[in-house]
């Protein structure tokens, strides 16, 4: 907010972003169940003769879901996101992306948890240019991402759904914007 209670242009905010990574603990930690999850799937494959053929295709199935989780997880660790200008900039190991903040079309923030005390925050943005990004809160300084993006969304007015509204509370970033 400016000191008028306006909203501060996302350009002015994104100064205050610093270039941000993911932390790399739960990554890692991602990384070895993965691995532990797909070494047990395949051990039945390695040591079992005369296995079902069906059997056989969905241990393989499952075994790559693990290796497709490890990728996903380890092509977190090479992202970095920094604000330029009036954008928000994803970059990593397959490429970047490039979020229009003056275009911001979509703001949603969703939290998911898988039993009571524990879960993770997960941000989803799109841009009038069909461009989106989601940022999720292994992200250091995940907050100001999140407060950058939502003082465009309040600039742009755009209206929060209530489980966004209720997230952004539970961050202690709780806005006017209904």
Known sequence: MDLTGRPAPACA???ALPRLRHRPGPLIADLARAAAGGAVIALPLLVVDGMNGVLQLALIALVLLFAAFAVQRGLKLTESWTAEGHHIVRRGAIGQSRLDLARLRTFRLEHFAPRKGAGWFRLRLVDDGGVRLAA????????RLVALALAA???RALPLDDVTT???AALGLARGIA
């Open 13 to 15: 905010v994104a100064a």
């Open 136 to 143: 999720e809160d292994t992200l250091e300084d995940f907050h």
């Open 153 to 155: 969304a309040e600039a």
């Open 166 to 168: 209720h997230n952004l």
